[in-house]
């Protein structure tokens, strides 16, 4: 699996357009409000970048179903998918909201994971699993979810086994959940950035 420290820009090209700001802008690191040069000024002049670049892996979702779905098809207009990009990221929706993860979190995992679902690695499309679960190399290809809202789950179960030591709301579907409760690692990532080095290790 691909490490976890893309997903803060991930987040931002998500989150931006809704806080009134042009995605290409610079995100700057700072609680302090920042007040972008007169000569790209956007219309918002001022924005809290700890909120654009939130690392929480549970809670609400800062970005709206349709700002993950218009993010996917601008870099990917074919995802290779078993299910269409609404029915995917309303999966994502539905599921995180169930487990209290973030829905643009986990999307924007998935993303990543698939190269915006271009996949090209040992997981290929009809799996249905959104994260590499089970795909530790040497053409070892992983888990094999039988639709797009299973493997969703999986995806969000597995989030929840890292950053909570809650056990799931949902019947456990993601057969390496045991492997993380079972680790150190169980309940101790409650952010992304702690996910890096740590995510599917060893689950």
Known sequence: MKKTIIFPLLLAFLLLPSMGLAATHKVIKTTKPYTFPQHDAPPMQKVYTSRVLDLSIQGDPLA???????????????????????????????????????????????LHETGYFRYGGDVVA??????????????????????????????????????????????????????????????????????DGRWAVPG
């Not at 995180?96 to 986990?106: M, N, P, S, V």
């Not at 795909?135 to 809202?149: E, I, L």
Request: a positive charge; aromatic letters at 10%; one cysteine or more.
């Open 64 to 110: 709206t179903p349709q700002q993950c779905i218009n993010h996917l098809l601008r870099q990917n207009p074919y995802p290779a998918i078993t299910v269409s990009p609404e029915e995917l990221v309303n999966y994502y929706y539905e599921e995180a909201k169930i487990e209290g993860i973030r829905a643009d979190a986990a999307f924007a995992q998935a």
């Open 126 to 195: 009809p799996q249905n699993n959104y994260c590499g679960l089970g795909a530790t190399g040497q053409d070892t290809k992983g888990v094999w979810f039988p639709d797009a809202q299973t493997g969703v789950r999986a995806h969000i179960q597995h989030l929840l086994a890292y950053s909570s030591t809650r056990r799931p709301v949902m019947p456990i579907v993601d057969p390496r959940y045991v492997l993380v409760k079972s680790s150190d690692k169980f309940g101790q990532c409650t952010t992304r950035n702690r996910l």
